[in-house]
């Protein structure tokens, strides 16, 4: 397999991560309880304060995930078990360009593709004017895209208009303005 072909397979992979998940926006369970469970801003899942070592186990916790408002629960048919995140469930630590596509890799393996329905933004911390790039995974969830994809986001950026502007799939994602 060539370097085009994996690129290739990662797009088949972002649709497939789409398709297979729980619905758990159609679960109503009567069992309602919250868990000492936190997702810290890193991406890194804890349970009663240790972090949870086994990635299969957090990448299954992941397809259960529910946000209601602010709060995030797992949720079962059975059980709706409301839990701690500090910024966002997910990270996003990779991207690539594919056939003007960018697939995002997130920590628990999913891929993404940045479109209308998984669109960019970036929110700037009034305090320390940092900027906290996101990209929503599915539904009203969201992963923080991490330092280096950052970067490189910005690197494949193009100014529109004075302010920095990534391209996916035709869609323009407005990164932050320029500095004149």
């Known amino acids: 397999m060539n370097k085009a072909d994996d ?15 729980p619905p758990v926006e159609q679960w109503k369970p009567q069992r309602h309880a919250d868990i000492d469970m936190r997702i810290a801003r ?9 972090p949870i070592q086994r990635e299969r186990m957090v990448a299954l916790f992941s397809t259960i995930l529910l946000r209601e408002g602010e709060d995030y629960f797992l949720i079962t048919p059975v059980e709706k078990l409301r839990i701690q995140v500090d910024d ?3 990270v996003a630590g990779e991207v690539q360009q594919v056939d003007g596509k960018l697939v995002f890799t997130t920590n628990v393996g999913s891929h993404v593709v940045a479109s209308g329905d998984h669109p960019i933004w970036v929110e700037i911390d009034p305090q320390t004017a ?3 790039p996101y990209i929503t995974v599915r539904k009203n969830l969201r992963a923080l895209i991490g330092r280096s994809a950052f970067y490189q986001l910005i690197d494949w950026g193009k100014e529109v208009d004075g302010k920095l502007v990534v391209e996916s799939g035709g869609e323009g994602f407005e990164l932050g303005a320029l500095e004149e």
């Not at 992979?13 to 297979?20: I, M, P, Y």
């Open 42 to 50: 890193d991406g890194t899942w804890y349970y009663e304060g240790s």
């Open 7 to 21: 690129l290739l397979s990662l797009l088949e992979k972002a649709g497939k991560d789409e398709q297979g998940l």
């Open 130 to 132: 940092e900027p906290s």
């Open 88 to 90: 966002a469930p997910f």
